[in-house]
């Protein structure tokens, strides 16, 4: 199933009513389930386009930037799409993942109608913009989910006004974080663009699997999260001041924390280039992107590296700063062991080996090692 380059996806101009009007209906069917807000993942894929070193890729996403914004923002409309019940929208989960993503670049890569890729002004440069924003979602979660957000609770930090009741609980730094990336940080609030060509999506959902999912449903999910960041926007000039006081260090390091904007942003790079390769047909050698603690980081605690070592900023969550971590420019597609729906999330702790850079002396392997982005599925 392959669509025709550039076909546009109309929204409708009348499908969401009045930023207030909403609130109420989105109170009743937000999901719970988020890791990085829309507003905070538009950011990280955007500020990910100028570390791309590849010129003819760089050049085609700065082209069409409202398109790789478009793509970090779809996976978590299925999120909306799912809690509501729409048919054939429960899409969200799987578009976070390798497997995806492989399929989406393959719908692009196989389509002879859509060659040229390379030319920033090809006819199906949107969608390839569209996919890295995509992928890039998944990376961000991944790195946000277990390098930032645990430093919530770490420092006993949240923010959960009565005016948040139904819509924000506890277990998510999402929309707290959405509303500095607004408010201080000046980050776009403006309509979703459409997607370029829903049929390839489709047919990538499709090709693994996942025939259930509808395009229509598309559409339902980005006028959700319109809705969402409308109430983001109204929300933030009226909380960020509270906020910052509730929350001084989450607020104060979204940019340059491990797991934050800056470190997102070059994972999210280096992973760029890895499908651009595989759009091409070449193999890219899989580097380290991103590492933590950061190169040269001071205050990293000398004690204190026990907790509780898990994604998200649950109640009870730690060691956000006790987290050595490496982000690779490729990840494996989920397959579950036969016999098994699941992958384990900790690899056994003989499969990763340290090494002193200086003396070259073998070190003892720490225990909870875990296969972030190889993964499948997960919540948030």
Request: charged share 15%; net charge negative; glycine share 12%.
């Amino acid at each position: 199933m392959t669509g025709r380059c550039s076909t546009p996806h109309r929204r409708g101009t009348n499908a969401v009513p009045s930023t207030v009007a909403v609130l109420g209906m989105l109170a009743l069917t937000a999901p719970r389930t988020h890791a990085a807000g829309i507003v905070t993942h538009a950011w990280m894929v955007l500020d990910a386009i100028d570390l791309v070193t590849t010129p003819e890729l760089h050049g085609l996403l700065a082209a069409h930037s409202d398109q790789v914004r478009a793509g970090a923002e779809f996976p978590d409309g299925g999120y909306w799409t799912r809690d509501l019940r729409t048919p054939g929208g429960d899409y969200g989960e799987e578009a976070h993942w390798q497997r995806f993503v492989d399929a989406y670049a393959t719908q692009i890569r196989i389509d002879p109608a859509c060659a040229p890729l390379t030319d920033a002004a090809g006819p199906y440069a949107p969608a390839i913009a569209h996919l890295m924003g995509a992928a890039g979602h998944g990376m961000g979660d991944e790195v946000w989910d277990w390098l930032f957000e645990p430093n919530g609770p770490g420092f006993d930090e949240s923010y959960l006004p009565s005016a948040f009741n139904g819509f924000v609980g506890p277990g998510g730094l999402e929309v707290q974080l959405d509303i500095v990336a607004i408010a201080r940080h000046g980050r776009p609030v403006g309509e979703t663009p459409p997607i370029p060509d829903p049929s390839k999506i489709a047919a990538a959902f499709a090709s693994i699997g996942r025939a259930d999912i509808d395009p229509a449903a598309f559409t339902v999910g980005e006028n959700f999260l319109d809705a969402e960041r409308g109430i983001e926007t109204f929300w933030a000039p009226r909380h960020i001041d509270r906020l910052e006081r509730a929350m001084p260090w989450t607020s104060a390091h979204v940019v340059g924390a491990a797991g934050g904007v800056d470190f997102a942003a070059r994972a999210i790079a280096g992973y760029y280039e890895t499908i651009w390769g595989e759009l091409l047909g070449h193999v890219s050698a899989t580097r380290v992107t991103a590492t933590a603690p950061l190169d040269g980081q001071d205050d990293v605690p000398a004690g204190g590296w026990t907790g509780t070592y898990a994604p998200g900023s649950n109640p009870g969550n730690s060691g956000g700063l006790t987290r050595i971590a490496a982000a690779l420019s490729a990840a494996l597609p989920f397959h579950s062991q036969a016999g098994q729906g699941s992958q384990p999330s900790e690899l056994p702790v003989e499969a990763f080996r340290l090494r002193d850079l200086e003396s070259g002396a073998a070190r003892g392997a720490p225990a909870g090692i875990s296969t972030h982005r190889s993964v499948q599925p997960r919540s948030g």
